[in-house]
C-alpha cells in the first residue's frame, strides 16, 4: 500500500511560480509511475502531468507543456511538480497518483492540495 501526503500549494499572482511536493510511504514508490491531476469544482479530474517509474521520460498536457516539470527524488520518496509562469485557469485542486497500468489512474491519491492563481 502507499500513501501519498502533498504539500506546497497557496495563492499565487500570475506569472508567479510554486512547488507541489507529494511524499509517498511505503517501499514500493519506485515501482510506480507517478501522476499530477487537477479538478476544479463540478469538472472532471483532468491529468497534468506524469514520470515513468524509472523518472527518465515525462508526458505533460497541453496546456501546462513548456510552463509546468514534473521530477521525482528517489532517496526521499517524493515527486514534485513546478509549476512556473502560472495563468488564473492554472486554479484548481492539484492531486497526485500512483498510477497504474498503461498509465491509467491507480487507487493511491493524494489529498489535494489548492493552487489559486490571482489576475
Known amino acids: 500500500q502507499v500513501q501519498l501526503v502533498e504539500s506546497g500549494g497557496g495563492l499565487v499572482q500570475a506569472g508567479g511560480s510554486l512547488r507541489l511536493s507529494c511524499a509517498a510511504s511505503?517501499?514500493?514508490?519506485?515501482?510506480?509511475?507517478m501522476g499530477w491531476f487537477r479538478q476544479a469544482p463540478g469538472k472532471e479530474r483532468e491529468f497534468v502531468a506524469r514520470?515513468?517509474?524509472?523518472?527518465?521520460?515525462?508526458y505533460y498536457a497541453d496546456s501546462v507543456k513548456g510552463r509546468f516539470t514534473i521530477s521525482r527524488d528517489y532517496a526521499k520518496n517524493t515527486v514534485y511538480l513546478q509549476m512556473n509562469r502560472l495563468k488564473p485557469e492554472d486554479t484548481d485542486v492539484y492531486y497526485c497518483?500512483?498510477?497504474?497500468?498503461?498509465?491509467?489512474?491507480?487507487?493511491?491519491w493524494g489529498q489535494g492540495n489548492k493552487v489559486t492563481v490571482s489576475s
Open positions: 497518483n500512483a498510477l497504474g497500468y498503461d498509465y491509467v489512474p491507480g487507487d493511491y
Open positions: 511505503g517501499r514500493t514508490f519506485s515501482r510506480y509511475a
Open positions: 514520470i515513468r517509474f524509472s523518472g527518465g521520460s515525462t
